[in-house]
């Protein structure tokens, strides 16, 4: 049987993921049962350290990259020593190159495959479907990111909430960062807007993932729909991209959308002819990542063979990029989006906006 | 921050800034922690706070504790002076009422404030405990309260809807909104039926929809305290943490589907609905009609509906729509061949609103 699965959720460092984690960890070995730390980052915070004692801490193992020594998980031994719940602090972590899979939430779901209880810790800013609206905020590119979908897997998703004025005392008193690392990161990253901002993302996508769950259970439609919406049909969304850096924004947005709408996801791309096919399959590939169902085609027509995909594919919302428009000698052409507009006329599209700081 | 745009608030907004930074400086600070069900430890996160601040040396006293306690909490006050509750008895019932005057006379930094939703004896000065708790915060007496999500009046109609179950106290969630911070206690349902309950034990399904709504009552909390601190910073972000959808009304809109998409993602999204007209004059009869059952539907299905008024319908809307953190826009579109030489004000529209993410709606097309 798989493993469960269970998430620490935070919206920045310091709002006390490990310590929670931890705490839950010595409940259970005080219960009887059988935890081992596979990895824990202790930051240098004391009281986060002293929760660790007792508990079987399995070594980490050193790899060497680009001359420096790295320490990561060591997940055969996990596997190996298999006990009923592992403790793996910092599910969005990035492993070094060339020692297994990229992501340590790889690490974690082969441990959940083989049985393991799983708990660890993630900050909200993470969350792939919220990264460019966290850059927008908070003018931070996380560059860490885990699909959403990897999350949603998770038995239970607990948060770790902390107002923004009880965080920064506890930079201020040291006990997050070094003193002057602190001041710093309260200039910076931890201003009261931003915490403000990304608690209020946190306390959202919790009570997104709590939603997600009951789900199933829970009677559709939701209060204040009327009868003739009950039967109204699954939606499904359709991602025009391109080679555009602004399509991995576009992916996203409409990934997310999908997923709250609980709407089937594509991305297509139209090559009209040699573009960019580098950037085009890096995006499809990006898309693959997040779990949506893509496909390339060629046409010389683009805006008639997205529109012609649509029909086909009983699509009922189609995202596009924003179309710059056409110089001014020649302002009689229609822009791409102009086009698929005219020709989906049956369909809601949507023009995702531009993200700028 | 996404901008720092100069707002240059008048000078009564102005004003009111300096008067409410004042009365703020003067007020006592209020801490709220929430829960969504008994048992999920936000008495003992309060008291263990208190704990901390004293150890920190700051002056804390406990004003009100419940009659029955758990082991770790009864530890944490062996630490920490109380100011017991006065018990009064009116009608046959008993009272437990905090002792605002020696709290007053005793002053201390910090007062630690248990069952926050308690009613006083009728005849009392203040009918409630959340009002005895206003009197210590305007006395510069710092608070920190537990509540749970039952206790909170306008949550009290969807509480009862899950549970079956009505508190008879409240609070009212404009208290709430005064809070300086409110914290979350979250814990996932089973941890509370590993916890041998008193009672039977709770339906995990109606504890997954508590925890919900506090959760989200928690967020709006957030995001009210958020746009509070930014308008005081005069610092603008473009893009908040809830979505947030505007719906075009024109005379000549197929509203209906527009709308009830609009609610759908709302409601998935827990985010705010809102719907707009420009206002026109010389509009022909039937469009004026037209346009009034369109607001009545918006209205019906929910949304805020705001009457704008502004010469030019493009620069209108989205002046609003910035006003309004508005994520979402929504319009229909006329089906005409392209936008040409003399564009339509709903096409300069989609044109200049960069920043927001525009849906169109074809007329006629489904919702």
């Known amino acids: ?357 | 921050m996404a901008s720092r745009t100069d707002r240059r608030p008048n000078p009564e907004e102005l004003l009111r800034r300096v008067q409410a930074d004042e009365r703020r400086e003067r007020r006592g600070r209020l801490k709220v922690f929430l829960g969504y069900a008994s048992r999920v430890g936000k008495s003992f996160r309060m008291f263990d706070e208190g704990r901390r601040r004293k150890e920190r040396g700051q002056d804390v006293v406990v004003g009100a504790v419940q009659t029955e306690v758990t082991p770790d909490i009864e530890a944490v006050l062996k630490s920490i002076d109380i100011v017991p509750t006065v018990r009064e008895r009116h009608a046959g019932k008993d009272y437990e009422v905090i002792d605002v005057a020696a709290l007053f006379r005793r002053h201390p930094e910090v007062c630690l404030i248990d069952e926050l939703a308690q009613d006083n004896p009728p005849g009392s000065r203040n009918l409630y405990r959340w009002q005895d708790v206003r009197n210590l915060l305007d006395r510069g007496i710092s608070v920190i309260t537990a509540v749970n999500l039952q206790h909170i009046r306008e949550q009290q109609d969807q509480v009862e809807r899950i549970t079956g179950k009505r508190a008879a106290h409240s609070i009212p969630t404009d208290f709430l909104n005064e809070a300086d911070e409110i914290e979350v206690v979250d814990a996932p349902p089973d941890a509370l039926l590993g916890r041998t309950g008193r009672e039977g034990a709770p339906d995990p399904q109606k504890l997954a929809e508590l925890r919900e709504l506090a959760l989200l009552l928690a967020a709006d909390v957030v995001d009210r305290q958020l746009q509070q601190y930014l308008e005081s910073n005069q610092i603008a972000m473009g893009w908040g943490a809830q979505e947030r959808i505007l719906v075009c009304l024109t005379p000549r809109s197929d509203a209906e589907p527009m709308l009830r998409s609009g609610l759908r993602n709302t409601l998935r999204f827990h985010g705010a609905l809102l719907a707009a007209y420009v206002e026109q004059t010389g509009l022909p009869a039937a469009d004026r009609e037209r346009l009034q059952s369109n607001l009545a539907m918006a209205r019906e299905l929910g949304a805020e509906v705001h009457c704008l008024k502004g010469s030019d319908f493009a620069e209108t809307i989205l002046a609003f729509a910035r006003e309004q953190r508005i994520t979402q826009i929504f319009l229909g579109h006329s089906l005409r061949q392209g936008w040409r030489l003399r564009r339509t004000p709903v096409e300069r529209l989609i044109d200049a609103a960069e920043e927001f993410d525009v849906r169109l709606f074809p007329h006629g097309g489904r919702a």
């Open chain 1, 1 to 357: 049987m798989r493993g469960r699965l269970k998430i620490y959720l935070g919206y920045a460092a310091g709002v006390g993921k490990t310590y929670r984690m931890l705490d839950e960890a010595q409940a259970l070995r005080q219960a009887g049962v059988d935890v081992a730390i596979g990895y824990f980052e202790p930051h240098g915070r004391k009281e986060t350290i002293a929760k660790t004692e007792g508990i079987e801490v399995i070594p980490r193992r050193t790899i060497e990259y680009a001359g420096a020594k790295f320490e990561e998980m060591d997940t055969d031994a996990m596997l190996r020593r298999k006990p009923t719940v592992a403790v793996v602090d910092e599910f969005a972590h990035t492993n070094v190159p060339g020692a297994g899979p990229l992501k340590r939430w790889e690490d974690v779901r082969t441990l959940l495959e083989a049985g393991i209880d799983v708990l660890t810790t993630l900050n909200v800013q993470h969350l792939e479907s919220l990264n460019d609206q966290v850059w927008q905020m908070t003018g931070v590119r996380v560059r860490e990111t885990i699909p959403d979908w990897v999350v949603d897997e998770a038995d239970e998703v607990v948060l770790v909430d902390v107002t923004p004025r009880a965080l920064r005392n506890r930079l201020e008193r040291g006990v997050v960062y070094s003193q002057d690392k602190a001041q710093q990161a309260m200039e910076n990253f931890f201003t009261e807007g931003n915490l403000a901002a990304l608690r209020e993302m946190a306390l959202r996508h919790t009570a997104h993932e709590v939603e997600e769950k009951l789900r199933p259970a829970r009677e559709e439609p939701a209060a204040g729909m009327s009868r003739s919406s009950q039967k109204e049909q699954k939606e499904r969304i359709l991602i025009c991209l391109t080679g555009s850096p602004s399509s991995a924004i576009l992916l996203r947005r409409g990934k997310r959308v999908a997923d709250y709408l609980q709407a089937d996801c594509l991305a297509i791309h139209v090559a009209a002819g040699p573009g960019d096919r580098e950037a085009v399959d890096r995006h499809i590939s990006f898309a693959r990542n997040l779990r949506i169902e893509t496909t390339i085609l060629e046409a010389a027509d683009v805006p008639d063979a997205i529109a012609e995909f649509a029909r086909s594919h009983r699509v009922t919302q189609i995202f596009m990029g924003r179309s710059h428009p056409p110089p001014w000698w020649r302002w009689f052409e229609e822009t791409i989006v102009q086009r698929v507009v005219r020709q989906a006329r049956d369909m809601q599209i949507t023009i995702v906006a531009e993200r700028r700081r």
